[in-house]
């Protein structure tokens, strides 16, 4: 149990049965009335962020968030098939609602982790950069710089992502996931 000051950025709670990851947190006391915790918490089933004051008196569980290893097998519509790490014969699809928009990243035989809540996965955690081949890249026109110098490549993966002119077919480029941009150029072709 985590008293009202106990819950804290970065922490997952408890509220109403249903997981929540505490994104900030403020302590204060208005005038002569009892301390209370203003918070702003994202549901890690649904992703919805609400706010929520918690007072002195109050106090929440900490939830028990198990951490597993899956591998990503393919994409079939909206649904994302994966294994566990350790026993392939073990198949489950998530939707595309837990996996986010991370998931155009994702290359085949990716290991991630997947976070469980009562035995039920509730998200899955990607690297926060990717390296993934870019397989269609139109050529890059010289002056063509109106638009800051960039063009849509597709990537081994299915995404399209927005590069520099320099950016080749066959080429790898490091994606950050968690903004669907480029990051940089690790290998030429």
């Given at each position: 149990?985590?008293?009202?000051?106990?819950?804290?950025?970065?922490?997952?709670?408890?509220?109403?049965?249903?997981?929540?990851?505490?994104?900030?947190?403020?302590?204060?006391?208005?005038?002569?009335?009892?301390?209370?915790?203003?918070?702003?918490?994202?549901?890690?089933?649904?992703?919805?962020v609400?706010?929520?004051?918690?007072?002195?008196?109050?106090?929440?569980m900490?939830?028990?968030?198990e951490?597993?290893?899956?591998?990503?097998?393919?994409?079939?519509?909206n649904?994302?098939w994966?294994n566990?790490?350790?026993?392939?014969?073990?198949r489950?699809?998530?939707?595309?609602?837990?996996v986010?928009?991370?998931?155009?990243?994702l290359?085949?035989?990716?290991?991630?982790?997947?976070?469980?809540?009562n035995e039920?996965?509730?998200g899955?955690t990607?690297?926060?950069?990717?390296n993934?081949?870019?397989?269609?890249?139109?050529?890059?026109?010289?002056?063509?710089?109106?638009?800051?110098?960039?063009k849509?490549?597709?990537?081994?993966?299915?995404?399209?992502?927005s590069?520099?002119?320099?950016?080749?077919?066959?080429?790898?480029?490091?994606?950050?996931t968690?903004?669907?941009?480029?990051a940089l150029?690790?290998e030429k072709?």
């Amino acid at each position: 149990m985590l008293d009202y000051n106990e819950i804290l950025p970065k922490k997952y709670i408890v509220l109403d049965g249903e997981p929540y990851e505490v994104l900030a947190a403020h302590v204060f006391r208005k005038q002569q009335r009892k301390p209370v915790n203003q918070t702003k918490l994202r549901g890690l089933k649904n992703g919805r962020v609400i706010e929520h004051t918690f007072h002195q008196s109050e106090n929440v569980m900490e939830a028990e968030l198990e951490k597993q290893s899956i591998r990503y097998l393919y994409r079939k519509g909206n649904d994302f098939w994966f294994n566990v790490a350790d026993d392939p014969s073990n198949r489950f699809s998530l939707p595309s609602t837990i996996v986010g928009n991370g998931g155009n990243f994702l290359k085949t035989n990716s290991v991630l982790e997947a976070l469980l809540f009562n035995e039920e996965i509730i998200g899955i955690t990607l690297p926060i950069k990717m390296n993934l081949r870019v397989t269609e890249a139109p050529p890059g026109v010289r002056g063509n710089t109106a638009q800051g110098g960039t063009k849509q490549v597709v990537l081994e993966s299915g995404a399209t992502v927005s590069v520099p002119l320099f950016i080749n077919e066959g080429d790898i480029v490091c994606i950050n996931t968690e903004t669907g941009e480029y990051a940089l150029r690790t290998e030429k072709s």
